[in-house]
């Protein structure tokens, strides 16, 4: 997992180096109609919701709740803001939808952020839900969306059964899943191999590389709460408590799995392993490859965006009731 970490803070430095860009793009979420921001949801977490442009004053407003990347350890609400998924966003808004975006528990000061993340996401849907008059929001029509990290928090929570996080269905039915090249096997992803230290650390910025010059196996250990060396039978455990593939059992979630098929951090593998376990359950899927793209959508093309975007609209439109 420390080498695919690596990976993953590089390719946050990447990203990040063009935040400003595209936060300040006309075509932000943020900069369209109303938004409120910084909601306190639960102690010093917040979420913001960006409601419709577009709406029937007579109707409440279907609601996408999305969830970040950042391997875990980084990222924000803001991402949407300057990320492929903000155009989705913004016709989903023009449509009547509200898109609401969550901070949740990222892993500092040595303690893990699981389950805490997880428990996170889950109060910020029962909040809304809480809230739905306030807002204006159709909890009956909720779906959830995250990117990697993000992805698989939203997964996770969704596909729960234990109490300690997960939801209930007579009070928040999550109508659909859509999974953006999200780790659907942790185990997995501790496992595999993909790039050496060396090789990461050489682009990385310079407070990212003062972080990974401490302790070898800090990340390793600051994820999963223990050091997997040490402990690889606990490994098993995590993964059986925390990856969507061990979680999927018994709810029926439609489910949209979006990845490209050259993805570095994690590979393409992943999604295939999500899409095999929904159909043994004859779970309805859609999945979507983009041939050529790596993690985060790097090197995905003009037409390709165009896809993207239109399959993500079209999926919460597909799950979303009329009424």
Not at 25 to 33: F, N
Not at 98 to 103: E, F, I
Request: contains cysteine; proline residues 5%; charged residues 25%.
């Amino acid at each position: 997992m420390k080498k695919n970490i690596f990976l993953l803070i590089l390719a946050l430095g990447i990203i990040f180096s063009a935040y400003k860009i595209w936060y300040l793009s006309s075509h932000a979420p943020i900069a369209l109609g109303t938004v409120y921001r910084d909601v306190v949801y639960k102690d010093s977490l917040t979420l913001d919701i960006y409601t419709p442009t577009k709406k029937n004053k007579k109707k409440k407003s279907p609601t996408l709740v999305y969830f970040h990347g950042g391997a875990w350890m980084a990222g924000s609400k803001e991402t949407i803001n300057f990320d492929r998924v903000r155009e989705a966003a913004n016709k989903l808004r023009d449509l009547g939808y509200t898109v609401v975006s969550v901070n949740y528990s990222l892993a500092n000061n040595n303690t893990s952020p699981f389950p805490s993340c997880l428990i996170d996401a889950r109060d910020a849907l029962e909040f809304l839900e809480q809230n739905k008059e306030k807002y204006n929001l159709d909890i009956q029509n909720l779906g959830v969306i995250g990117e990697s990290a993000g992805g698989q928090i939203a997964l996770s929570m969704a596909y729960a059964t234990q109490k300690e996080f997960s939801i209930d269905p007579k009070k928040i039915p999550i109508r659909y899943i859509i999974e953006i090249y999200a780790p659907t096997d942790l185990k997995l992803l501790y496992k595999e191999n993909i790039i050496t230290r060396a090789e990461a650390s050489k682009s990385l910025p310079e407070p990212i590389k003062e972080t990974l010059a401490k302790e070898k196996r800090e990340l390793d250990s600051l994820l999963m709460g223990f050091d997997p060396v040490v402990y690889p039978n606990k490994v098993d455990t995590f993964s059986m408590n925390y990856s969507p593939i061990e979680l999927l059992k018994d709810k029926k979630i439609p489910t949209l799995i979006i990845h490209g098929d050259k993805d570095r951090i994690a590979p393409i593998k992943h999604a295939y392993l999500l899409k095999n376990k929904l159909d043994s359950l004859e779970i309805e899927s859609s999945f979507k490859i983009f041939k050529g793209v790596d993690h985060a959508f790097a090197g995905i093309t003009e037409s390709q965006k165009k896809v993207l975007i239109s399959n993500i609209v079209w999926f919460c439109q597909k799950y979303t009731q009329d009424r």
